[in-house]
């Protein structure tokens, strides 16, 4: 599945993706590929699954980088 991610906080490791289908997925740093680093915007891939605590993305991959954060934005 494809998405963009809404936020990721690269100090503590985690934030979320908008699916393709509209669903958010938490996204955790243990699940992108190794070197990888994602921020609000870029557009990813990824595979969607259920876990106990809901929705994750799994095995995650960047496609493209995005445009400015809101906070490069205000700057």
Partial sequence: M???VK???GTKGYG?????DGK????HKSALEEGAFIRENDNVSFEPSQSD???Q???VKLL???GKTKKEKEE
């Fill in 64 to 66: 493209k980088k995005g």
């Fill in 16 to 20: 979320f993706i908008v699916g393709e």
């Fill in 24 to 27: 958010e997925y938490f996204v």
């Fill in 53 to 55: 605590r809901g929705l």
């Fill in 7 to 9: 936020w990721f906080n």
């Fill in 2 to 4: 494809k998405g963009t």
């Fill in 57 to 59: 993305a799994k095995d």
